[in-house]
């Protein structure tokens, strides 16, 4: 049972890039889904591993390199705990979720995949999860079809039911959109998917710093996600995967670390994780993720998701107020998360977010490397913001100030 958490406010205390002055004004960062800021404890957990422990892990017998070498592998299981795999051979680090989804497309969809079969994936994708698929159906003459939205940006669920046949082998989504924000019902159609014998890969990166993510309720073969979207360093990601289909897999980076016995015209394989864990690790970034887990866990993934619906809920109407000013995604918060995809009329989103920086407020603009998605809605480019468990109402009355104030300046500023 998750403990009620309520000084949210507070935690700014522990994000000492949040209290500094941009363009004259105290910055309200909402640029969350691109990457979070890091609290005290991640960089605490980083400088004592370096000034205390550094080592390469997995080769040493002296005491440093067995220091680093558990302390990594217990990160390992702090991991898998948060996620609720089965065990931590089902959890592979990677550099981050783009990593992870090719690992999967170029290993087990070379493997599975074959001439006539077809791939499932929507128009939400984030390009991480589109491009591996469309090298993989061009190089196994193999179909890449695509899931409809519906007119607010979910998944159009008939659609899905429909495209899901017998020649479906790999259906691979994201869990939570990074444009629209919507959460996307993965345990429905992991259903649909595994009737039809095939396989579901999940896109995580928004969702595992948001919301409780069970692999195992979710019957998710495959999830993947990035390290610096959760607190956490960059260049830390997770691939999570059943064992049976990761004993199936042949790793795609080959060197140290992953061999069992190396000859001179045959090669053995370490077992599971680390097998495809080729070369020495981000062993910082490991210890990193799972301070950041430890934060995490002591707020309560559960009080994360209502701090961030309650945001939601109180910025929405004001947002709506404004005229000129279009919304995407659902409108019910319950099917999103923090992330506010907006476009003012007569402004370029970029023109829009490089405004709102005047006004000490981050926002990011253009495609978010979701150009599928941009061209599906109509639109060049979108501004976005997306909010996290150290944004607060103030902040949320900041951003409709800063959209107010940018709106005056362009159309009337000139007059």
């Known amino acids: 049972m998750t403990v009620p958490f309520e000084p949210f406010e507070h935690l700014k205390k522990d994000f000492a890039i949040l209290n500094q002055i941009v363009n004259d004004e105290p910055l309200v960062y909402l640029d969350n889904a691109a990457t979070t800021q890091k609290p005290e404890a991640v960089l605490q957990a980083l400088e004592t591993y370096y000034h205390t422990s550094n080592a390469n892990v997995h080769r040493g017998v002296h005491t440093l390199a067995e220091r680093a070498t558990s302390q990594y592998e217990r990160s390992r299981e702090v991991v898998r705990a948060f996620i609720h795999a089965s065990e931590t051979a089902e959890v592979l680090f990677t550099r981050g979720t783009t990593t992870s989804l090719n690992w999967v497309a170029r290993s087990f969809g070379e493997k599975v995949i074959e001439p006539g079969h077809e791939i499932l994936i929507s128009y939400m994708e984030h390009h991480s999860n589109i491009i591996p698929w469309q090298q993989l159906a061009k190089k196994k003459n193999a179909k890449l079809i695509y899931i409809e939205l519906t007119e607010d940006g979910q998944l159009d669920l008939e659609d899905v039911k429909n495209k899901i046949t017998d020649k479906t082998k790999i259906v691979s989504l994201t869990h939570v959109s990074n444009v629209l924000g919507v959460v996307n019902p993965i345990k429905q159609i992991s259903d649909w998917i595994h009737e039809q014998n095939g396989y579901l890969v999940v896109d995580g990166a928004q969702a595992v710093p948001h919301m409780p993510v069970d692999v195992q309720a979710l019957d998710a073969d495959f999830y993947a996600f990035s390290g610096h979207k959760m607190l956490g360093p960059t260049g830390i990601g997770v691939l999570y995967g059943k064992r049976a289909l990761?004993?199936?897999?042949?790793?795609?980076?080959?060197?140290g670390e992953m061999i069992d016995f190396v000859e001179e015209q045959d090669s053995t394989w370490k077992e599971l994780p680390w097998k495809f864990e080729a070369g020495t690790p981000n062993i910082a970034g490991g210890i990193g993720l799972a301070a950041a887990i430890h934060y995490l866990n002591n707020i309560g993934m559960e009080n994360i998701v209502q701090h961030e619906r309650e945001i939601v809920e109180y910025i929405m109407p004001k947002l709506e107020a404004i005229e000129g000013v279009t919304l995407f995604g659902p409108k019910d918060v319950a099917h999103r998360t923090g992330v506010i995809s907006f476009n003012i009329d007569g402004i370029h989103p970029h023109d829009?977010?490089?405004?709102?920086?005047?006004?000490?407020?981050?926002v990011r603009a253009g495609h978010h490397c979701a150009q599928p998605l941009m061209t599906y809605l109509n639109q060049p480019a979108t501004a976005r913001a997306s909010f996290y468990l150290y944004n607060t109402k103030a902040d949320a009355d900041k951003f409709v100030e800063a959209i107010i104030a940018t709106k005056e300046f362009f159309l009337n500023g000139l007059n």
């Open 246 to 255: 990761l004993e199936q897999m042949e790793p795609i980076e080959f060197g």
């Open 352 to 362: 829009v977010a490089t405004a709102m920086d005047m006004e000490g407020v981050a």
